[in-house]
Structures are given as C-alpha cells and as structure tokens.
C-alpha cells in the first residue's frame, strides 16, 4: 500500500513541476494550488518533496527541480523576503540543509547557516524565547510563543553541529524547555500559543491563533509538539522530551475518530459539517515514526503507537489520499489551514502533503526527511 502511495504521489509530483514552474504551492481554492514567488512560510515544504522524490526514485527531474527551489532560497534570504518570522526552519531545513544532507553541497551548507542566523534574531532575551510573528515590540505578537516553533528548533540544532557554535544550542533548548512548560498541559493537551509580557518577560496566559477556543487542542499544534520534542531528544537526548513526545503522541493517538483521520480541533463539536484536517494526522505520523526510533523495544507505549501510525496512514491512503485522482494537484484532500479564520478550510496544503510522503518514504525505504542528518 506505501508503495502504490508513493508512486502516485511522484507522478503527481513530476505533473506539479511543470504546472507549477518556478513558483511555489501554498494552499488550494477549488482544487487548484494559490501559488507565490517564494513569499511565504510554507514554501519550504514543496521543495522538501521535490527532494524526498529525488531520493526515493533517483530521478534527475526531481533533483534538478530542487536545486531550483534552493537557488530561490538563496535569494530570498539574500534580498529578507518575507523572513521576519521564527518559520525559517520550515524554509531552509527542507531546502538548502536537505541538499546539503543529500549532495554535502557547501554552499547549501552556508546557505543554511545564515538561516539559522536570520532564525536567531527572534530570540528575546528579557523572555527568553524566539518570538513567532512580527518584529520586536509588536504590540500583537510581541510577547507569542506557538508550538509550530519546535519543527524549526532543528535548524538551530543542526548549525550548533556544523559550526560548533554554543549559542544555537542554548537557545534551542531554553525555547523547548520554555515550550514544555508553559505549551504543555498537564493532561498532555497543549495550546497553539502562549503570551509573555515583551516589557518583562512574564508569562501571562496560553490561547489559540487557529484552534476552536483558547482551552482547547487544536490536533496540528499537538502534532506539531509530537515531532518537535522527538527531535528536541534527538538532539540532545534529555529524557524530558522524549516523555513529553510519548504524552502528546497517545493524547493524538486515543482521540482518532472512526476513519483514524482527526478534526481540525479535539474539542470542536462534532457534526457533518466539522473540518477534518488530514495534514495534522499526517505530521503526527511523521512524528511518531521518529519518537518510536528512541523508544526501547520494551516500551509499554510501543505498540500501542505502532499500531496508532499504521491505522493513521491507513486512514489517510485509504479515505484522504488523492490516489487515482490522475489530476489531482494535492496528494492529501481535506487539509485545513484554519478553519477558524475560514482560509482554506477544507483543501490541499502542501504541509499536509510534505509530511504525508515524507511518513511513506520512511516507512517504504527507511528515508527519514531532513531535520537531521
């Protein structure tokens, strides 16, 4: 079933760079992909699937197509297009640190340190995180912190390895233990987002951006936190975060609903009419495909999860997947972007189709995407 999964998802891949040329995928309208001139937070992730493509098949297109996207990249950070956000990670990691991974190009690798730099302006030191949205002292956004932020901790990470460079560990990891305190429940739940005082560093209260009110658990932030703490003990093995991944994986896992592809929110009513978001089950896939490689044999949590990602994905190629839909541009039907604020409620997003390849080419052939090496 992987298998025929992914092929379909190259051949719409190879379709999709011809339809789409240098331009990038966001989210859809009626079907059909708004595109952008590399302008936006998610752009990273079509270039990612042109090198999961390339590296699963060894097809020249994919691999040519990608190193186009990185050429972009480069640009982009050259001229600070749109880049006054922590999402540098989703930019860079999946762009210019994947053609480093695959092809040790060295200016990839430079590329992708100055990333990492431009990641690090966000950092606030009276509060010590790296601030979400907008420039200092928004009066919004000035004091946010959102769980998204732990998929781009590995950026930092990674350049602390190649650089030997303390200062983007230590501040990796003081997010991410910031990020656990204060995103986490103690029910294993977590918010989107948590606001600090910018004049003082206080912390002052946690609430949503996309989810269906401030105390609920919008499903993409806890798959969010699922992969971002796998990661976070990848890279530093504190055990901490390895717990706190295994406690927001069986809070998703326990909630799937009948077809194991969850809504948009675990606490939105449900009726006909509720919004499925089918790129939160594919993150959340993703990610616990990483927890389970650090997870011991004997874990009493094994097989559960185990079991949890193989009805997920099942769930998502059986019923989601657009798997002979031979026009189709998505891969993944009935991904939400935020259902809240009624932009792209019930479409494709290429997050959504990102990770869902990226689960079915670690599954199939053991290719594990490229937030580590």
Not at 40 to 57: R, V
Not at 151 to 161: C, F, I, Q, S, V
Not at 299 to 306: G, H, M, T
Not at 332 to 342: M, P, Q, T
Request: with cysteine.
């Amino acid at each position: 079933m992987w298998k025929q999964a992914i092929e379909d998802a190259l051949q719409k891949t190879k379709v999709n760079i011809e339809r789409f040329g240098d331009l990038f995928p966001h989210v859809s309208s009626n079907d059909v992909y708004e595109l952008n001139a590399n302008n936006d937070w998610t752009d990273g992730f079509w270039s990612g699937i042109l090198w999961l493509s390339y590296q699963y098949s060894g097809d020249k297109a994919f691999q040519e197509a990608a190193q186009k996207t990185v050429a972009s990249f480069k640009h982009r950070l050259d001229n600070h297009v749109a880049l006054d956000h922590h999402d540098i990670g989703f930019l860079y990691s999946l762009s210019s640190k994947a053609q480093w991974i695959i092809e040790k190009d060295e200016t990839a690798k430079e590329l992708t340190i100055r990333a990492a730099d431009v990641l690090l302006k966000r950092w606030r030191p009276k509060g010590q995180y790296l601030q979400a949205w907008g420039l200092e002292g928004d009066a919004e956004n000035g004091g946010r912190i959102i769980i998204d932020c732990m998929l781009n901790l590995p950026l930092l990470y990674w350049a602390y390895e190649q650089t030997g460079d303390a200062k983007y560990k230590d501040i990796a990891v003081i997010h991410a233990d910031l990020s656990r305190r204060y995103l986490v429940r103690g029910d294993d739940s977590s918010y989107h987002t948590f606001y600090f005082d910018p004049e003082n560093g206080a912390p002052l209260h946690g609430g949503t951006h996309q989810g269906y009110q401030d105390g609920s658990t919008w499903t993409r932030g806890q798959a969010w936190g699922i992969y971002g703490f796998a990661l976070s003990y990848r890279y530093t093995r504190n055990p901490l975060y390895l717990t706190t991944a295994k406690r927001l994986a069986r809070y998703f896992f326990e909630r799937l609903p009948e077809d194991d592809v969850v809504y948009w929110d675990f606490d939105a009513p449900i009726h006909a009419d509720t919004k499925r978001d089918s790129s939160a089950s594919a993150i959340a896939s993703a990610g616990t495909l990483e927890l389970l490689e650090h997870m011991a044999q004997d874990d009493p949590e094994r097989a559960f999860l185990e079991e949890a990602v193989q009805r997920s994905m099942t769930g998502l190629v059986k019923s989601y997947a657009t798997i002979g839909k031979a026009d189709a541009q998505g891969l993944l039907e009935r991904g939400s972007y935020s259902v809240r604020a009624g932009v792209s409620p019930d479409d494709y997003v290429i997050w959504g189709d990102y990770y869902y390849l990226e689960a079915l080419v670690r599954l199939e052939k053991g290719i594990k995407g490229y937030w580590y090496e």
